[in-house]
């Protein structure tokens, strides 16, 4: 049996990265952050499909959390994380020049820190068992900018630029590190931008689903993806490459 954990699993994509793993037979950890009842609904999902699946809440951007509930869960069960998908992730929009530190403080640590404390927490154990997959949600907000987004795409791009850094050190261990960037995925995230007006920028004319998302997820924790590590496969309809 091989452990994946999803960091914010609950809704969205990390929903349907949790579902789709579980498909492929990965026992999934559910972590989100406060809404309870919709991680609930996503094992009771997984479960109806004869998968395996348990909640792990804690607050990605809290160091001590991370130690206390992901660290005390590998203690507790003698078990190793196999597939880290880091996919929690806010976003705060403001232009640069109105943007308060909060603004930028807290889309750096949910968003930029997180990848730190949790990849860390699980790292050693992926190294021990000569095998693991990190693949990192970022987005073609961090690859091409997007105005309002300062905090958001410097948060996403120095995700990229880490999981390079990463695959390099942790590759001989056949530990790969990899990043999905989608573009416009429909969820509660992007529920205030208007496909209609959106659409005719994307080749494909229309919003992506969180499922096209997961299924890219879900090729990168394969065995089928062995022989790729520090790369980013873009997600966004032809928007951008
Ligand atoms: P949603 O807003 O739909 O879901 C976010 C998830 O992250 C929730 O499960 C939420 O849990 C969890 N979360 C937020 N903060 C924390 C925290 N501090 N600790 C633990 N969990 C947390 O987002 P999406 O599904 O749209 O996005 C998923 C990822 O994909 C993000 O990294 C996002 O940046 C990226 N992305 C999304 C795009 C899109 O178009 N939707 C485009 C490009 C990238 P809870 O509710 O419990 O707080």
């Not at 959390?65 to 203690?75: A, I, Q, R, T």
């Not at 429909?186 to 299924?215: Q, Y």
Request: contains cysteine.
């Amino acid at each position: 049996m091989k452990y994946a954990l999803v960091t914010g699993g609950s809704r969205g994509i990390g929903k349907a990265i949790s579902c789709h793993l579980a498909q492929q037979g990965f026992y999934v950890l559910i972590n989100y952050r406060s809404a309870h009842e919709e991680a609930q609904k996503v094992k009771a999902e997984i479960e109806q499909e004869g998968g395996q699946a348990e909640l792990l809440p804690f607050d990605v951007s809290d160091p001590q959390k991370v130690e206390e509930v992901l660290g005390g869960w590998m203690k507790q069960n003698d078990k190793y994380i196999d597939v880290l998908v880091n996919n929690a992730g806010i976003t705060s929009d403001n232009l640069m020049v109105f943007m308060s530190n909060e603004e930028w403080n807290k889309v750096i640590s949910t968003n930029q820190n997180s990848f730190f404390f949790v990849t860390r927490q699980v790292l050693e154990g992926m190294i021990v068992s000569k095998w693991g997959r990190i693949i990192n949600l970022v987005s073609l907000s961090g690859q091409k900018g997007h105005p309002g987004q300062v905090n958001y795409s410097a948060s996403k791009g120095a995700v990229m630029a880490a999981t390079k850094s990463l695959a390099m050190e942790v590759g001989k261990k056949k530990v790969t590190v990899n990043c999905v960037a989608p573009g416009f995925i429909k969820t509660e995230m992007t529920e205030n931008i208007s496909e209609k007006d959106w659409k005719r920028h994307i080749p494909l004319n229309r919003f992506g689903k969180a499922e096209e998302v997961a299924s890219v997820v879900g090729f990168l924790a394969s065995e089928g993806a062995a022989y790729i590590t520090g790369e980013t496969i873009a997600v966004n309809g032809g928007m951008y490459s």
